[in-house]
Every structure is written in structure tokens, then in C-alpha cells.
């Protein structure tokens, strides 16, 4: 998988997450993926205070992204 397909597969990982996020005033922005297997995002609005964004980060957004990009090891929120 190149550098694009894998960029391209996260934002659709992230397309399916983001109307839970929506619906909860919140959102995530892809911010970087470094050595195509470590992913940075940015939780939004609503999530940047919620105390279970870290486990929405692992639960929702990491297995989500694992799902449609298997090689991918980590997935962190940038604040």
C-alpha cells in the first residue's frame, strides 16, 4: 500500500466515525502519518474536554482505522 492509498484509507476510516463524533458536538482532523503506521489526529470540539476521548480514540477511532489500514501501529491525538 503507498504513502496516498494509505492517507486515502485513513480519511475514510475517519469519514465513518465522524457522524458519532458530529452527533456529540465533537469532530477528528487528520494531522500527519508518520512512517505510514503512526497516525496523528486532532479531536474536536466537544471531544477535547469529554473524559472518554482516549477511550473513543482506542475503541472507535484506532480499530476503525485498523480495520481499513491493518499496518497501521498507533493512532494519537495531538492536542
Known amino acids: 500500500m503507498t ?3 494509505i492517507k486515502f484509507n ?3 476510516a475517519l469519514d ?3 457522524p458519532f463524533l458530529e452527533s456529540d458536538g465533537g ?3 487528520l494531522i500527519d502519518i508518520e512512517d505510514d503506521k503512526h497516525v496523528k489526529v486532532r479531536l474536536e470540539g466537544a471531544c477535547v474536554g469529554c473524559s472518554v476521548n482516549q ?3 482506542k475503541a472507535g477511532v484506532e480499530t476503525t482505522i485498523k480495520k481499513f ?7 494519537v491525538n495531538i492536542a
Open 16 to 18: 465513518e466515525i465522524r
Open 55 to 57: 477511550m473513543t480514540l
Open 27 to 29: 469532530n477528528i482532523t
Open 10 to 12: 485513513v480519511e475514510k
Open 69 to 75: 489500514v491493518p499496518q497501521i501501529e498507533t493512532v
Open 3 to 5: 504513502t496516498e492509498e
